[in-house]
T-cell receptor
Framework: AQTVTQSQPEMSVQEAETVTLSCTYD???????LFWYKQPPSRQMILVIRQEAYKQQNATENRFSVNFQKAAKSFSLKISDSQLGDAAMYFC?????????????FGKGITLSVRP | SAVISQKPSRDICQRGTSLTIQCQVD?????MFWYRQQPGQSLTLIATANQGSEATYESGFVIDKFPISRPNLTFSTLTVSNMSPEDSSIYLCSVERNLNTEAFFGQGTRLTVV
């Protein structure tokens, strides 16, 4: 079974600075997807960024980018120019690329606080 | 994207009673899921809601405790039956338009059982 590990329960960043959130995963598959979701206090889970395992290029979405190291099974999220609205819980998630029974597996999450 | 309306947003219930949570999507989706998120914890998949047939439950979750309906491609309900304080959690509806696409989530239902 696949596992997703987020070993840091909490992190803090100064507004306008850059922060990196770590995630590792364990799988024997070659075809899969990785995601970062954000959950603010409103509870709404929001997709931040997505990476297909077959793509060598790291995904980027505005201030959010990932460092995808397939051999190391690492998928970290970098937030540049941190804003107060970035404060939330962030979940790393894995999905197998294989068919109808493919489910999302979430890490335990990390709480990010942003200092003004 | 998908616009998901989940109701109620929160409730406080007496032990031994049942609560039905509704999930309505603004357009047809292939997949609908129900998750549980205990306070400060990650998301645990309860079941996949299948249109026109019985839901597919994950290990540790049973139909008698968490009956699920999905009468069409835009609507599903989750019932938490015979509640106990251990059922106090956030329950989240999730949808995917097609297989292996992004998952979108409802706002969640915060349930407190007293």
């Amino acid at each position: 079974a696949q596992t997703v590990t987020q070993s840091q329960p909490e992190m803090s960043v100064q507004e306008a600075e850059t922060v990196t959130l770590s995630c590792t995963y364990d799988t024997s598959e070659s075809d899969y997807y990785l995601f970062w979701y954000k959950q603010p206090p409103s509870r709404q889970m929001i997709l931040v960024i997505r990476q297909e395992a077959y793509k060598q290029q790291n995904a980027t979405e505005n201030r959010f980018s990932v460092n995808f190291q397939k051999a190391a099974k690492s998928f970290s999220l970098k937030i540049s120019d941190s804003q107060l609205g970035d404060a939330a819980m962030y979940f790393c998630a894995y999905r197998s690329g294989g068919g109808a029974n493919s489910k999302l597996t979430f890490g335990k999450g990390i709480t990010l606080s942003v200092r003004p | 994207s998908a616009v998901i309306s989940q109701k109620p947003s929160r409730d406080i219930c007496q032990r031994g009673t049942s609560l039905t949570i509704q999930c309505q999507v603004d357009s047809q989706v292939t997949m609908m899921f129900w998750y549980r998120q205990q306070p400060g914890q990650s998301l645990t998949l309860i079941a996949t809601a299948n249109q026109g047939s019985e839901a597919t439950y994950e290990s540790g979750f049973v139909i008698d405790k968490f009956p699920i309906s999905r009468p069409n491609l835009t609507f599903s309900t989750l019932t938490v039956s015979n509640m106990s304080p251990e059922d106090s959690s956030i329950y989240l509806c999730s949808v995917e338009r097609n297989l292996n696409t992004e998952a979108f989530f409802g706002q969640g239902t915060r349930l407190t059982v007293v």
